[in-house]
Each structure stands twice: as structure tokens, then as C-alpha cells.
């Protein structure tokens, strides 16, 4: 557990994180999907990657991500169902922007792009991957 601050700060801390969670996961699959295109072999693309800028937790465990999306891209019902987690934990992240005075385009295009994703090419992108 970690203390935050004063109360709230727990709950806004939760919000980024879920942000950050969200998009990493989404990101990542697509990512991955582009690179065994045009690279082929994942091994060498997820070295470079940890090594780099790139470099995400979601990716430290490569065994554990392939498990995730193999797991994803064979139930297409559970990425309907993460589809909506994901625009859920989207919208705490807009409201959080706005009462902090702030203007985030990226997360706003995010989020209504992540409300139009289509959970039959999101779930073929998974099954793409592994």
C-alpha cells in the first residue's frame, strides 16, 4: 500500500496509473503486431525495446504479455468486456483533466477513439500476435 497524501490523492493516483495501464496494453498489441510485420522475429524487437525508449514494464516479462494476449485473442467476449473496462478508466482521467484546469488532446482522442474500437479487430490483433 502507499499513502498518497491527503484524502482523494489515493484515487487520482489510481486514475493516472489506470491511464497509463490502459493505453500501455492496447499500445503494446499493436506495436508488437507492426513489428512481427516488418521485423519477424519478436525476440530481437523486445531486446531492443527494454533497452530503449520503448521500454515498458508490460514487455519486462515477454513470456507473461504473450500469455495475456494469447489469453485475450482466444475468448472475444473478454475483449469486448476490457474494451469497456478500458473506456471506463478512460473518463476519470478526462474529469480529472478538466477539474485540474488542464487540456488534454491526446487523452480525449484516445478516449473517444477507445469507445469506437471494435472488439472483432481488437481480438483478431491479439490473436495476430502470438
Known sequence: ?????????????????NLIGVTNVMLVAEALLL?????????????????????????????RTQTIYRELGANRDRVASLLRINAKD?????????????????????????????ADAVHDTFRAIV
Open 35 to 63: 513489428g512481427t510485420r516488418v521485423v519477424l522475429d519478436t525476440a530481437p524487437l523486445i531486446a531492443v525495446i527494454e533497452a530503449s525508449s520503448g521500454r515498458t514494464m508490460f514487455l519486462a516479462d515477454a513470456t
Open 1 to 17: 500500500m502507499h499513502h498518497c497524501g491527503v484524502l482523494g490523492r489515493g484515487a487520482a493516483t489510481k486514475i493516472v496509473n
Open 90 to 118: 478512460l473518463a476519470p482521467a478526462l474529469i480529472l483533466g478538466v477539474e485540474a484546469g488542464l487540456d488534454l488532446p491526446l487523452l480525449r482522442a484516445v478516449s473517444i477513439a477507445a469507445e469506437r474500437l471494435d
